[in-house]
T-cell receptor
Framework: GAVVSQHPSRVICKSGTSVKIECRSL??????MFWYRQFPKQSLMLMAT?????????EQGVEKDKFLINHASLTLSTLTVTSAHPEDSSFYIC?????????????FGDGTRLSIL | AQKITQTQPGMFVQEKEAVTLDCTYD???????LFWYKQPSSGEMIFLIY??????QNATEGRYSLNFQKARKSANLVISASQLGDSAMYFC????????????FGGGTRLMVKP
């Protein structure tokens, strides 16, 4: 089945550091990928839609300068948390689907647990 | 705007018994898809089952089945013969035909299977 790889799985770093998270579709091409944020015991919150070759579409309330998204190829999207602070600590997870048919599920990476000290 | 509601924050079920996880949705769009995902404590999201708004029959996938009641706008997940490994968070999600690939998620239900 379709596989989405996300790296790294866990990051612990100091406040002020920028952190890059990679999301790769391993066996299919993804023109669109999605980035979600999940707080403990809560649901997934869509942060942005990553579009290959164009700017990402951010959800309301998500700072585009804080969460930089780049989708330079059909198999790779990156999320960079710039100048991270403790309040950015969270679980970040990406997804992609094969094609645009409504019955196509989104396939998720394994997520990244980000801890800012 | 579309909305997904899961009213059960937590559920217990005895091993080997069946359990139903509730999901109701709200949309005026006639064409939509409904998905269920499982999220174990390790965090990955596992796709379980899909139901399309025009599907005449309830979806089934192994021990998972959907009780789809379109008029009531509900798509409850039924897990038969529960196993200890079924303990996880379960999310219902909806995708609209005119919203690209975007999914809207419910708040989730934590299922705990008792031995």
């Amino acid at each position: 089945g379709a596989v989405v790889s996300q790296h790294p799985s866990r990051v612990i770093c100091k406040s002020g550091t920028s952190v890059k998270i990679e999301c790769r579709s391993l066996d299919f091409q993804a023109t669109t990928m999605f980035w979600y944020r999940q707080f403990p015991k809560q649901s997934l919150m869509l942060m942005a839609t990553s579009n290959e070759g164009s700017k990402a579409t951010y959800e309301q309330g998500v700072e585009k300068d804080k969460f930089l998204i780049n989708h330079a190829s059909l198999t790779l999207s990156t999320l960079t948390v710039t100048s991270a602070h403790p309040e950015d600590s969270s679980f970040y997870i990406c997804s992609a689907s094969i094609g645009t048919a409504i019955n196509q599920p989104q396939h998720f990476g394994d997520g990244t647990r980000l801890s800012i000290l | 705007a579309q909305k997904i509601t899961q009213t059960q924050p937590g559920m217990f079920v005895q091993e080997k018994e069946a359990v139903t996880l509730d999901c109701t949705y709200d949309t005026s769009d006639p064409s939509y898809g409904l998905f269920w995902y499982k999220q174990p404590s390790s965090g990955e999201m596992i796709f379980l089952i899909y139901q399309g708004s025009y599907d005449q029959q309830n979806a089934t996938e192994g021990r998972y089945s959907l009780n789809f009641q379109k008029a009531r706008k509900s798509a409850n997940l039924v897990i038969s013969a529960s196993q200890l490994g079924d303990s996880a968070m379960y999310f219902c999600a909806m995708r609209l035909n005119n919203a690209g690939n975007m999914l809207t998620f419910g708040g989730g239900t934590r299922l705990m299977v008792k031995p």
